[in-house]
C-alpha cells in the first residue's frame, strides 16, 4: 500500500516533467503538466497521512543505484512526515492555480517547458528530502530541491532584476550547501552517513564538536529557513518568481529548513545544552521583529509577504527555541508544547503564506503590477480573490477563530510556562520573548490592514487597477483550497496538535505527552495553564452576526440602502490622490523605529514662477536605509571583488605564462614529494 | 644481465638524447629544431633495440620500429611541410636568451638529478645512472615550450618532452608492455595533428605562428 502511493508519486511526478519536457504548452499542456504535480503530491499526501496515523515508518532503500557512503536510503517517519504533508498542502492548490496562472507565458515571454519541468523536479527533490535516512542521500535531495527552484525563480529571466535576485538566491543557498556539509562531515566523524548510526555515535562527539555540529547545520538551515540575517534572498527571489512558485517557496520550501534543524538538532543529536535553544530563541525573536518591521515598509505587494515569511519563521523557532530549552532541562510536557506550537504554525504559515502569494499572483495577474501605489478598489472586480486574501490576512494576522491564532497561542503559551524553569537567567528570557512575539503580531495585523486595505479598498489608483478582471477559475479554486485550509485548521486545533504530539513523540527522546492535553471542544494546555477553544469563538461569532440584525431592529435603524463615495469621508469630489497610501499609512510607525530605519527623505516642490503661493508640483521621495545590505553584506561582497581582482593578475592572458606556471608548480610538486 | 656494457651504453644513450635536447636550446632556426628531434628519435630508438637486446625482450624491437617510423619520419616530414609553408621563420627573439637558457638547462639537469636520488640509490637496475637525464630532458622540454615563440618550436618542445617520458619509462621499466607503447604512439599522433591544425589556424587569423599574439584573444 506504501509502496504503491510511493512509485504512484515518483511517477507521476517524473511523468509531469516528461509532458513538460515535451512541450507542456496550451492548456492541455499546462494542465497535464499540473495534472502530474497534483497527483504526485497528492500520493505523497496520502503516504505521510498513513505513516502519521499507523506510526509506522516506510522505508526503502537502493543501496545499488548509488553505491557511494550507503546508496539511496528512503525513510519516511512521522516527522518526515509532517513536513511531507506541508508539500502536499502547498502543492496541490499551488499546482492547479499555476496552471491557469502560466498561461500569460503562452507568448514566449518565459519558457513553459523549463517551468514545468523543473516545477515537478522540484516537488519530487523536495518531497525526497523528508524521506532521506542518511547523508547522501539528504544532501544530494537537499541540492537538487536549491537548483530546481533557482531554475523556478529565473523562469522570467527577462524582466529586469530577476537575474540579480537568482544570483543572490544560488549564492545563499550554496553557502548554506557548504555549511550543512561541513556540519555533516563533523557529525559523521569518518564514520557511516546513515541517521540511525549516527543517532548512536553522536552521543560519543566531544560537547565542542557537537555544538559545532548544531551552529553549523542551525546557520546551513537558517539560510534556507530566512532567518535574520541570511534572510536577505527571501526579498529578492520570492518577488522574482512566478506566484505560484513564491507560494511554494515561501509556504513549503523554507519549511525545509525548519525540518532539517529538528532532525539534526533534536533528533541526531538528541538536543544539547541550553545556550543552543537560547540561540534559536534569539534568532527566531529577532527575525520576527524585523521581519515584520521590514515588511510594513514595503509597498510591493509580494515583498512585504516575503518579509512576513521572515516573521513567521521566526515564530517557528520561537516555538521550537522554547521547546529545545525545556527539553534540556528535561521538562518533557512544556518542551512538547513548544514543538507543538512551532510545527502547528509551520503549517498554518504553509497556508495562509501560500494563500497570499497567490492572492498577490491573481493581484498581478490582473493590474500587472506590485506596487501598491497603484492599486485599490480591487474588492469590487475581483470579490473572489479578495475574500481568500482577507481570509489569509485574517489568518496571518492571528485573528481567531483562524489557523494562525491556534498555533500563536500556543506559542505563547509555552513561552509563559518558562516560570518554571529552574534557572532565573533563562527564566528571564521567556517574558522578552513574550514582548517580542506580541509586538510582532500587533505589527503583523497593522500590516495587513494595509495591505488589504490599500490594496483591495479605497478607489483605484491606476487605469490598470480600474479594469481588473477577476482570475480564471483554476486560480480561483487553487485560492479556495488554501482558504479552506485556513479555517479548517483553525477550527480543529484539538485534532492538529494530537497529531503532531505524535509526530515528536521520540524524537530526542520525547516521551508521549498528548495525554497531559485535554482534547474537547476546548483545547487545555498542561497544567490547566491556559484554554482555548477555537469552534466556541466561531460560534459566538456567528451567534453575534446573527444577534446584529436583530439589535438594529431593536434600536429601529433605517433600513435603507445607501451609496456613498468609498473612504468619502464627507468630502465632495473625493478623488483617488486625496486617499491614504501606503507609505502614508506606515508613516507613524516609520517615525516610531526612526531608529532602525534611518529613513532618507527628499521633498521637491515646484513654484509657479510668478508666486511662491502656488505649487505647481511636489516631489516627495523616501526611503529607508536596508540596514543588513549596507553593513554586513556590502563590505563582504567589496572584499570578495578585491580579492578577485588581485587573482585575476594571475590570469595575464599569455600562454607562456600559464605554461611556465605549469612548470613551477610540477617542480615544486617534485621537490616537495623529494623532502615531505 | 647485469652487464656493465649494457650500462655504459644505455648511459650514453640517455646523454645523447639529452643533448639533441639541449641543442634546440642552442640553435636557431626551425629547421635545426626539426633535424634536433629527428635524430633525437633515432637515438632512442636504438636504445630501444640495445635494451631489447640485452634484456632479451623481443617486443622492444617492434616498438623501436614504431618510434622509428612515428618519430623520427611522419612527424618530421609533417614538420618540414608545415615550415615550407610558412618560410623560413627563425626564433629570433625566445623570451629568455641562448646563454641563460643554457645555463637554466643545466640548472634544470641538476634538479633533475636532485629529485631523482632517492630513486637512483634504491634501484639495481643497469640503467639507472640514465634515470636523472631523462627527467632532465622532460625539464628541458617543458623549458621550450614556456620560452619559445614559435608555434612550430612549441610543438617540437612538446614532442622532445614526450620523448623524455619515452625515455624515463624505457629506462625504469625496460618499456612499457606494447598495447600501452601503441596507445602513447597513437595519442602522441593525435595530439601532433591536433595542434598542426591549431597552427594553421593561428597562421590564418594572426597571419604570424609566433603564439604571443594570442594574447589579444584577452578581454
Keep these: 500500500m506504501?509502496?504503491?502511493?510511493?512509485?504512484?508519486?515518483?511517477?507521476?511526478?517524473?511523468?509531469?516533467?516528461?509532458?513538460?519536457?515535451?512541450?507542456?504548452?496550451?492548456?492541455?499542456?499546462?494542465?497535464?503538466?499540473?495534472?502530474?504535480?497534483?497527483?504526485?503530491?497528492?500520493?505523497?499526501?496520502?503516504?505521510?497521512?498513513?505513516?502519521?496515523?499507523?506510526?509506522?515508518?516506510?522505508?526503502?532503500?537502493?543501496?545499488?543505484?548509488?553505491?557511494?557512503?550507503?546508496?539511496?536510503?528512503?525513510?519516511?517517519?512521522?516527522?518526515?512526515?509532517?513536513?511531507?504533508?506541508?508539500?502536499?498542502l502547498g502543492a496541490i492548490p499551488s499546482s492547479i492555480y499555476g496552471a491557469g496562472y502560466s498561461e500569460v507565458y503562452e507568448d514566449g515571454s518565459a519558457s513553459l517547458r523549463l517551468l514545468g519541468l523543473a516545477l515537478n523536479l522540484f516537488?519530487?527533490?523536495?518531497?525526497?528530502?523528508?524521506?532521506?535516512?542518511?547523508?547522501?542521500?539528504?544532501?544530494?535531495?537537499?541540492?537538487?530541491?536549491?537548483?530546481?527552484?533557482?531554475?523556478?525563480?529565473?523562469?522570467?529571466?527577462?524582466?529586469?532584476?530577476?537575474?540579480?535576485?537568482?544570483?543572490?538566491?544560488?549564492?545563499?543557498?550554496?553557502?548554506?550547501?557548504?555549511?550543512?556539509?561541513?556540519?555533516?562531515?563533523?557529525?559523521?566523524?569518518?564514520?557511516?552517513?546513515?541517521?540511525?548510526?549516527?543517532?548512536?555515535?553522536?552521543?560519543?562527539?566531544?560537547?565542542?564538536?557537537?555544538?559545532?555540529?548544531?551552529?553549523?547545520?542551525?546557520?546551513?538551515?537558517?539560510?534556507?529557513?530566512?532567518?535574520?540575517?541570511?534572510?536577505?534572498?527571501?526579498?529578492?527571489?520570492?518577488?522574482?518568481?512566478?506566484?505560484?512558485?513564491?507560494?511554494?517557496?515561501?509556504?513549503?520550501?523554507?519549511?525545509?529548513?525548519?525540518?532539517?534543524?529538528?532532525?539534526?538538532a533534536l533528533d541526531l543529536l538528541g538536543g544539547g545544552p541550553v545556550w543552543w535553544g537560547g540561540i534559536i530563541l534569539g534568532v527566531g525573536s529577532v527575525s520576527?521583529?524585523?521581519?515584520?518591521?521590514?515588511?510594513?515598509?514595503?509597498?510591493?505587494?509580494?515583498?512585504?509577504?516575503?518579509?512576513?515569511?521572515?516573521?513567521?519563521?521566526?515564530?517557528?523557532?520561537?516555538?521550537?527555541?522554547?521547546?529545545?530549552?525545556?527539553?534540556t532541562y528535561g521538562m518533557m510536557t512544556l518542551a512538547a508544547l513548544g514543538f507543538i506550537g512551532g510545527l502547528y504554525h509551520t503549517i498554518n504559515h504553509a497556508s495562509f503564506k501560500s494563500l497570499l502569494f497567490l492572492g498577490a499572483g491573481s493581484v498581478l495577474h490582473a493590474t500587472h503590477t506590485r506596487n501598491m501605489e497603484e492599486l485599490g478598489g480591487l474588492i469590487k472586480n475581483m470579490p473572489w480573490t479578495a475574500l481568500f486574501f482577507l481570509i489569509g490576512s485574517a489568518a496571518i494576522s492571528a485573528l481567531p477563530p483562524l489557523n494562525g491564532f491556534a498555533s500563536?497561542?500556543?506559542?505563547?503559551?509555552?513561552?509563559?510556562?518558562?516560570?518554571?524553569?529552574?534557572?532565573?537567567?533563562?527564566?528571564?528570557?521567556?517574558?522578552?520573548?513574550?514582548?517580542?512575539?506580541?509586538?510582532?503580531?500587533?505589527?503583523?495585523?497593522?500590516?495587513?490592514?494595509?495591505?488589504?486595505?490599500?490594496?483591495?479598498?479605497?478607489?483605484?489608483?491606476?487605469?490598470?487597477?480600474?479594469?481588473?478582471?477577476?482570475?480564471?477559475?483554476?486560480?480561483?479554486?487553487?485560492?479556495?483550497?488554501?482558504?479552506?485550509?485556513?479555517?479548517?485548521?483553525?477550527?480543529?486545533?484539538?485534532?492538529?496538535?494530537?497529531?503532531?504530539?505524535?509526530?515528536?513523540?521520540?524524537?530526542?527522546?520525547?516521551?508521549?505527552?498528548?495525554?497531559?492535553?485535554?482534547?474537547?471542544?476546548?483545547?487545555?494546555?498542561?497544567?490547566?495553564?491556559?484554554?482555548?477553544s477555537s469552534p466556541l469563538v466561531f460560534l459566538g461569532l456567528l451567534i453575534l452576526l446573527g444577534l446584529t440584525p436583530l439589535i438594529m431592529r431593536l434600536l429601529r435603524v433605517n433600513w435603507q440602502l445607501r451609496r456613498g463615495d468609498t473612504w468619502g469621508c464627507g468630502r465632495v469630489g473625493q478623488t483617488a490622490r486625496m486617499e491614504y497610501t501606503a507609505t502614508s499609512f506606515a508613516e507613524p510607525l516609520r517615525r516610531i523605529f526612526a531608529e532602525l530605519y534611518r529613513p532618507s527623505r527628499d521633498v521637491t516642490i515646484d513654484f509657479h514662477p510668478d508666486s511662491k503661493y502656488f505649487v505647481q508640483s511636489i516631489e516627495y521621495r523616501s526611503e529607508i536605509t536596508p540596514l543588513f545590505e549596507r553593513w554586513l553584506y556590502d563590505p563582504i561582497l567589496r572584499l570578495i571583488r578585491f580579492t578577485a581582482r588581485q587573482v585575476r593578475k594571475l590570469q595575464a592572458g599569455s600562454l607562456y605564462l600559464y605554461l611556465a606556471y605549469i612548470i613551477i608548480i610540477l617542480i615544486i610538486l617534485l621537490l616537495a614529494a623529494r623532502w615531505f | 644481465m647485469n652487464d656493465p656494457l649494457f650500462s655504459q651504453l644505455s648511459t650514453l644513450g640517455s646523454s645523447i638524447v639529452l643533448l639533441f635536447g639541449i641543442i634546440l636550446l642552442w640553435r636557431k632556426?626551425?629547421?635545426?629544431?626539426?633535424?634536433?628531434?629527428?635524430?633525437?628519435?633515432?637515438?632512442?630508438?636504438?636504445?630501444?633495440?640495445?635494451?631489447?637486446?640485452?634484456?632479451?625482450?623481443?617486443?622492444?624491437?617492434?616498438?623501436?620500429?614504431?618510434?622509428?617510423?612515428?618519430?623520427?619520419?611522419?612527424?618530421?616530414?609533417?614538420?618540414?611541410?608545415?615550415?615550407?609553408?610558412?618560410?623560413?621563420?627563425?626564433?629570433?627573439?625566445?623570451?629568455?636568451?641562448?646563454?641563460?637558457?643554457?645555463?637554466?638547462?643545466?640548472?634544470?639537469?641538476?634538479?633533475?638529478?636532485?629529485?631523482?636520488?632517492?630513486?637512483?640509490?634504491?634501484?639495481?637496475?643497469?640503467?639507472?645512472?640514465?634515470?636523472?637525464?631523462?627527467?632532465?630532458?622532460?625539464?628541458?622540454?617543458?623549458?621550450?615550450?614556456?620560452?619559445?615563440?614559435?608555434?612550430?618550436?612549441?610543438i617540437v618542445g612538446f614532442l622532445v618532452m614526450e620523448n623524455g617520458i619515452a625515455l624515463l619509462a624505457l629506462l625504469g621499466t625496460y618499456g612499457t608492455p606494447i598495447i600501452v607503447e601503441l596507445g602513447v604512439f597513437l595519442d602522441v599522433l593525435l595530439g601532433f595533428l591536433v595542434m598542426q591544425v591549431f597552427v594553421y589556424h593561428i597562421q590564418t587569423t594572426f597571419e604570424s605562428i609566433e603564439v604571443d599574439q594570442m594574447n589579444e584573444l584577452k578581454h
Design chain 1, 123 to 264: 516537488l519530487l527533490t523536495m518531497s525526497l528530502v523528508t524521506f532521506a535516512d542518511n547523508v547522501l542521500t539528504f544532501l544530494l535531495m537537499w541540492e537538487g530541491m536549491s537548483l530546481t527552484s533557482y531554475f523556478l525563480v529565473m523562469t522570467e529571466s527577462r524582466e529586469a532584476g530577476t537575474v540579480r535576485a537568482g544570483i543572490w538566491y544560488l549564492a545563499m543557498t550554496h553557502i548554506g550547501l557548504a555549511l550543512l556539509m561541513g556540519g555533516f562531515i563533523v557529525l559523521m566523524n569518518g564514520g557511516s552517513g546513515a541517521f540511525s548510526d549516527l543517532r548512536t555515535s553522536a552521543a560519543s562527539l566531544s560537547a565542542a564538536s557537537r555544538s559545532l555540529v548544531f551552529l553549523l547545520t542551525f546557520l546551513g538551515f537558517g539560510s534556507k529557513a530566512g532567518i535574520v540575517p541570511l534572510h536577505i534572498w527571501l526579498p529578492m527571489a520570492h518577488p522574482a518568481a512566478p506566484s505560484h512558485v513564491s507560494a511554494l517557496m515561501s509556504g513549503v520550501m523554507i519549511k525545509m529548513g525548519i525540518y532539517g534543524i529538528l532532525r539534526v
Design chain 1, 408 to 532: 500563536e497561542w500556543l506559542v505563547f503559551q509555552s513561552l509563559l510556562g518558562g516560570f518554571n524553569l529552574p534557572v532565573p537567567e533563562v527564566a528571564l528570557l521567556m517574558p522578552v520573548a513574550v514582548g517580542m512575539l506580541a509586538l510582532t503580531s500587533g505589527l503583523a495585523a497593522a500590516c495587513f490592514v494595509k495591505a488589504f486595505g490599500i490594496t483591495f479598498l479605497a478607489l483605484p489608483r491606476s487605469e490598470a487597477a480600474e479594469h481588473a478582471h477577476e482570475s480564471p477559475l483554476s486560480m480561483q479554486v487553487g485560492m479556495g483550497i488554501l482558504a479552506l485550509a485556513c479555517i479548517g485548521l483553525g477550527l480543529a486545533p484539538f485534532a492538529v496538535v494530537r497529531l503532531i504530539g505524535g509526530v515528536i513523540t521520540g524524537l530526542g527522546g520525547l516521551p508521549d505527552t498528548r495525554a497531559a492535553f485535554t482534547f474537547n471542544l476546548h483545547l487545555q494546555t498542561p497544567g490547566a495553564f491556559g484554554q482555548m
Design chain 1, 288 to 327: 520576527a521583529l524585523l521581519g515584520v518591521l521590514y515588511a510594513l515598509m514595503e509597498h510591493d505587494l509580494k515583498r512585504l509577504l516575503a518579509y512576513h515569511s521572515v516573521e513567521n519563521i521566526g515564530i517557528i523557532l520561537i516555538g521550537i527555541g522554547a521547546g529545545m530549552i525545556f527539553h
Design chain 1, 2 to 88: 506504501m509502496q504503491t502511493l510511493f512509485l504512484i508519486m515518483v511517477s507521476a511526478y517524473c511523468l509531469g516533467a516528461l509532458v513538460a519536457l515535451s512541450g507542456g504548452r496550451g492548456s492541455l499542456g499546462r494542465g497535464l503538466v499540473a495534472l502530474g504535480a497534483v497527483i504526485g503530491a497528492g500520493a505523497g499526501f496520502a503516504l505521510a497521512a498513513n505513516v502519521i496515523l499507523s506510526g509506522t515508518p516506510f522505508t526503502l532503500s537502493v543501496p545499488d543505484l548509488l553505491p557511494l557512503a550507503g546508496g539511496l536510503a528512503l525513510r519516511l517517519d512521522p516527522l518526515g512526515a509532517f513536513f511531507l504533508i506541508i508539500i502536499g
Design chain 2, 29 to 154: 632556426s626551425l629547421h635545426a629544431y626539426i633535424d634536433a628531434f629527428r635524430w633525437q628519435s633515432v637515438v632512442l630508438s636504438v636504445m630501444l633495440l640495445i635494451t631489447g637486446t640485452f634484456s632479451n625482450d623481443h617486443e622492444l624491437y617492434a616498438v623501436a620500429l614504431f618510434l622509428f617510423i612515428l618519430k623520427a619520419v611522419v612527424i618530421p616530414h609533417y614538420l618540414e611541410r608545415m615550415e615550407k609553408r610558412f618560410g623560413d621563420h627563425r626564433e629570433l627573439q625566445p623570451y629568455v636568451n641562448v646563454a641563460s637558457s643554457l645555463i637554466l638547462s643545466g640548472m634544470l639537469v641538476l634538479l633533475a638529478y636532485v629529485i631523482t636520488r632517492p630513486l637512483v640509490l634504491i634501484s639495481d637496475l643497469p640503467t639507472r645512472s640514465g634515470i636523472p637525464l631523462a627527467m632532465g630532458l622532460i625539464f628541458v622540454g617543458l623549458f621550450v615550450l614556456v620560452t619559445r615563440k614559435k608555434a612550430i618550436s612549441q
